[in-house]
T-cell receptor
């Protein structure tokens, strides 16, 4: 079955700097890669996603890149702000009814 | 408000008890899920239902029994609770073919 590895597990970034979270997946049939943000006491919330027919997608300060050959995908957050502090999960799926999550990255934005 | 709502938000109970967590979505989605999040924040799928039919049942003890009376509801019943069942349980829903999940705010279960 699919296995998703996520790094780093914890990331501290100075406010205003960029943050990058990286994931790898094992199942070459996976074609959908969402990213979720989980704030304290809340459920995960989708922030951006990418399908395998696209190499990059951007939405304001967040962007996701996908390298299908290497089975890597990454989340980039630019100009980080205090409200970006949260746990971020990458995920992969080749069936829309089952997505497999990475183990999460706790992002701290330092003042 | 359109959302996935689950109740209760907190549940503290003794070992050996039976408890239920309820979930409802008013998004018109046809697939619902239960995920377990442990103390290390790992999110692991437990069950998935599509139009009231079970489609995913991961390696979960049979003390856990999901029930879907209609496609807007997916409840989770747990028998003979154990200390290791303590976790946050998330309900989620999605529209078939779209892959984007909407999560509830979670139920923190503590077994003492």
């Amino acid at each position: 079955g699919e296995n998703v590895e996520q790094h780093p597990s914890t990331l501290s970034v100075q406010e205003g700097d960029s943050a990058v979270i990286k994931c790898t997946y094992s199942d070459s049939a996976s074609n959908y890669f969402p990213w979720y943000k989980q704030e304290l006491g809340k459920g995960p919330q989708l922030i951006i996603d990418i399908r395998s027919n696209v190499g990059e997608k951007k939405d304001q300060r967040i962007a996701v890149t996908l390298n299908k050959t290497a089975k890597h995908f990454s989340l980039h957050i630019t100009e980080t702000q205090p409200e970006d502090s949260a746990v971020y999960f990458c995920a992969a799926s080749h069936r829309d009814d089952k997505i497999i999550f990475g183990k999460g990255t706790r992002l701290h934005i330092l003042p | 408000d359109t959302a996935v709502s689950q109740t209760p938000k907190y549940l503290v109970t003794q070992m050996g008890n039976d408890k239920s967590i309820k979930c409802e979505q008013n998004l018109g989605h046809d697939t619902m899920y239960w995920y377990k999040q442990d103390s290390k924040k790992f999110l692991k799928i437990m069950f998935s239902y599509n139009n009231k039919e079970l489609i995913i049942n991961e390696t979960v003890p049979n003390r856990f029994s999901p029930k879907s009376p209609d496609k807007a509801h997916l409840n989770l019943h747990i028998n003979s609770l154990e200390l290791g069942d303590s976790a946050v349980y998330f309900c989620a829903s999605s529209q078939e073919g779209q892959g984007c999940y909407t999560f509830g705010s979670g139920t923190r279960l503590t077994v003492v």
